[in-house]
């Protein structure tokens, strides 16, 4: 089901990871793309890209290889045939093939396209916009799927294909910030003079700037759609190369749940209940 092989265009970003990488680390890169890939397009249907479509072919058939390339990488492990790892398994091969199907719309989205067409917001349900916005849907729910199968992959992985730097301090907030991240659910956005950030679940601002100081993800700025039409690209918040080997470290490991930075620690119940019966 793999697309054939074509010489490929510039690609809309840089697709090339550091190398070498953890099974779970390659997991992660890969969602990382997809999510970087799926915010092109929808700067696009946002009126904030004039990238052509060639470029979006390129992306999405490296991808599509990717993809397979992190099937083959989890098999050669020789985990056990049982669950979760081969629903696991099974979610990155439909991600691959759904991947294959987004580069045939995108494919014909660039034979749509008349060279004295303007690219400036397409109709999302006629000619090159719509072959556009039926890719985006097949490549929508691959960052959070991949991430959500890495999860259940490293429990099974032997410890000398995990990292093997321990993530220090990283405490259950912290874990789960860097997995909204990972799975391209935290935007940045400048509003009223402060910060605002959007996702889809609740992300802690403190626990994520303490991330950023770290060094374990990094803002990307103007590379995602606004929240409303008019409004100026938002930032995405990506992992960088230390994020990966952090998270590989803990995405599976139980660890101990801290305040928030800068939050004062709850009083313990039963001081609480003696303070109130004084």
Do not use: W
């Not at 991949?146 to 490293?154: G, L, N, Q, T």
């Not at 940045?188 to 605002?196: C, I, N």
């Not at 590379?223 to 803990?250: H, I, K, M, N, Y």
């Not at 660890?255 to 609480?272: E, I, K, S």
Request: with cysteine; hydrophobic share 40%.
């Amino acid at each position: 089901m793999t697309t054939p092989s074509v010489p490929d265009p510039t690609p809309l970003f840089a697709m090339d990871a550091p190398d070498p990488l953890t099974p779970v680390e390659r997991l992660l890169a890969l969602a990382g793309l997809y999510t970087q890939h799926n915010d092109r397009i929808d700067l696009l249907f946002s009126s904030r890209s004039t990238v052509r479509p060639d470029a979006y072919v390129s992306s999405v058939q490296r991808l599509e290889r990717e993809a397979l390339a992190c099937v083959k990488t989890v098999q050669q492990q020789r985990l056990p045939a049982i669950e979760p790892v081969t629903s696991a398994i099974v979610r990155l091969k439909q991600i691959a093939y759904l991947t294959g199907g987004a580069t045939r719309y995108l494919t014909a989205a660039q034979h749509a396209l008349p060279d004295d067409m303007d690219l400036a917001r397409p109709h999302p349900r006629r000619g090159f916009g719509q072959h556009i916005h039926q890719a985006r849907e097949l490549t929508a729910l691959a960052p959070a799927t991949v991430v959500d199968s890495a999860e259940r992959i490293a429990a099974r992985l032997p410890s000398r294909v995990r990292t093997s730097t321990a993530a220090t301090g990283m405490d259950a907030a912290q874990r789960g910030v860097l997995l909204e991240v990972a799975r391209g659910h935290v935007l940045v956005t400048e509003q009223y003079g402060q910060r605002g950030y959007g996702h889809t679940l609740s992300v802690d601002v403190d626990v994520l700037h303490h991330l950023e100081v770290q060094g374990l993800v990094i803002r990307e700025p103007a590379t995602a759609p606004p929240f409303l039409s008019g409004e100026p690209p938002r930032d995405r918040v990506c992992l960088t190369g230390p994020g990966l080997s952090a998270l590989d470290t803990v995405i599976d490991a139980p660890l101990r749940t801290n305040p928030a930075p800068g939050r004062p620690v709850p009083a313990p119940a039963t001081a609480a209940r003696a303070h109130a019966r004084r």
